[in-house]
């Protein structure tokens, strides 16, 4: 079965600092990869989402950036946090789609980033 | 601009009873919808979804139902119980994108009450 993994689960950086959060997927190979974002009270914001190893779509202009170094592996970055880059940060994959049908998406455990 | 709406952050229910949550979308592209439910500090679980060449799909207790006229789905739970209490995400997506842009509403925050 397929399983995936984000971490660290909790982390608290002061401002300026750098991020590193990855995520990893087991049990399937060329997955989509996704990261969300859920600011405190708000909805699932989409950050970032991938079709291939290299290929990064990115949905807003932020302070991230989004990495896919291998088939499985989807790394969030921030070279500075801002204070609004709090919030819970969500992996998740899905089996690329067939046009016909549509795509659902399975979420890892999530991120607390808490920036000081 | 939001394409996939919840106009209602949040809803009370008795166990036992139906809960309804609503979800609109404007993008007449989307054609295939999905349910999530979330726990806080948990990650979503996929729930139930329909594509647009349906109109109701059902999954135990769960049941979606699409209007397409009115870019208009509801997810009715009955009965609803304690355990159900949780955010439910609506969320989309458009053969456009080839499915793989999935995109959420805010959010509804159920309350069952025992």
């Known amino acids: 079965s397929q399983t995936i993994h984000q971490w660290p689960a909790t982390l608290v950086q002061p401002v300026g600092s750098p991020l590193s959060l990855e995520c990893t997927v087991e049990?399937?190979?060329?997955?989509?990869l996704y990261w969300y974002r859920q600011a405190a009270g708000r909805g699932l914001q989409l950050l970032f989402y991938?079709?291939?190893?290299?290929?990064i779509s990115s949905e807003v202009p932020q302070n991230l950036s989004a990495s896919r170094p291998q088939d499985r592996q989807f790394i969030l970055s921030s070279k500075k946090l801002l204070l609004s880059d709090s919030g819970f940060y969500l992996c998740?994959?899905?089996?690329?789609?067939?046009?016909?049908?549509?795509?659902?998406?399975?979420f890892g455990e999530g991120s607390w980033l808490t920036v000081v | 601009d939001q394409q996939v709406k919840q106009n209602s952050p949040s809803l009370s229910v008795q166990e036992g009873r139906i809960s309804i949550l609503n979800c609109d979308y404007t993008n007449s592209m989307f054609d295939y919808f999905l349910w999530y439910k979330k726990y806080p500090a948990e990650g979503p679980t996929f729930l139930i979804s329909i594509s647009s060449i349906k109109d109701k799909n059902e999954d135990g207790r769960f049941t979606v139902f699409l209007n397409k006229s009115a870019k208009h789905l509801s997810l009715h739970i009955v009965p609803s119980q304690p355990g159900d209490s949780a955010v439910y995400f609506c969320?989309?997506?458009?053969?456009?994108?080839?499915?793989?842009?999935?995109?959420f509403g805010p959010g509804t925050s159920l309350s069952v009450i025992p």
């Open positions: 969320a989309a997506s458009s053969p456009i994108t080839s499915y793989d842009k999935v995109i």
């Open positions: 998740a994959w899905s089996v690329p789609p067939p046009l016909s049908s549509g795509n659902t998406i399975y």
């Open positions: 991938s079709v291939g190893i290299g290929q």
């Open positions: 049990g399937t190979s060329n997955p989509n």
